[in-house]
């Protein structure tokens, strides 16, 4: 079997996979790290936007009912205000994306999984503010520099595969915590959702039809970003026959 089929058929399984398990009884919890991932995504993509902004990103905290929020250094205006908003539910499913079409090939896995690992063992060490954030973080980096090392070639292309499909998947479902007028963290409530800052910095009302049409927005763009990625791999598998 050429790499291409094997690219293509194990990105197929870990869609297939992804899906079955958000909806088996105690799929929940097996996929517990990787919501745990998904949440660092986020919250790494709203830092990512605070110093793009010039706001200034000081740390991230993640619990662990996999809430997570992310601190700036001062207060953002409402330019960016509205693209650290727009930041997490975009830049999350961007994550997913680039960790599939990164991986076409065993070694290309290889290295993919291990750049992962690095990303995740620096942001545990100076990204995190939170001791169970800080040792939940360092456990995927170790997970995911092992499975750099150790998994065969075949398994690494479906372990990377199904961390990126699980990062678009998360991307799309979590779309619906937007329509909560209040942001959770931790138990506790901290201000208001994302979707909820997006309608008030772009469309200055934070009424129900500004909130859902930012929903919908980053909805279809999670769609949008599975869809060319699985488009790139699917060409790329034209190009090898």
């Given at each position: 079997m050429s790499?291409?089929?094997t690219e293509v058929r194990t990105l197929a399984l870990a869609l297939l996979a992804s899906l079955l398990l958000w909806n088996l009884p105690f799929g929940g919890v097996l996929l517990y790290p990787f919501k745990l991932l998904a949440t660092w995504a986020h919250e790494m993509?709203?830092?990512l936007a605070m110093l793009v902004t010039n706001t200034g990103f000081d740390h991230v905290m993640l619990y662990r009912d996999t809430s997570g929020i992310a601190h700036g250094n001062a207060a953002a205006g409402p330019v960016a205000s509205a693209l650290i908003a727009a930041a997490g539910y975009m830049g999350?499913?961007?994550w997913g994306a680039l960790l599939l079409v990164a991986t076409p090939t065993a070694e290309a896995a290889r290295r993919a999984l291990a750049i992962v690992a690095g990303l995740l063992a620096i942001s545990a060490l100076f990204a995190i503010g939170n001791g169970f954030g800080q040792w939940a973080i360092g456990a995927i980096a170790a997970a995911f520099a092992a499975a750099a090392i150790a998994v065969p070639a075949r398994a690494r292309?479906?372990?990377?595969?199904?961390v990126a499909a699980q990062a678009c998947v998360d991307a799309v479902l979590d779309v619906r915590v937007l329509l909560r007028p209040i942001q959770v963290v931790d138990g506790?409530?901290?201000g208001a959702s994302d979707a909820t800052n997006m309608a008030g910095a772009t469309f200055g009302t934070t009424d129900s039809w500004a909130v859902w049409f930012w929903a919908l927005a980053w909805l279809a763009?999670?769609?949008a970003v599975l869809f060319v990625a699985l488009r790139v791999t699917a060409r790329r598998q034209l190009r090898g026959q």
């Open positions: 790499e291409d089929k993509s709203h830092g999350t499913p961007v292309i479906l372990v990377a595969h199904f506790i409530t901290v763009w999670s769609l």
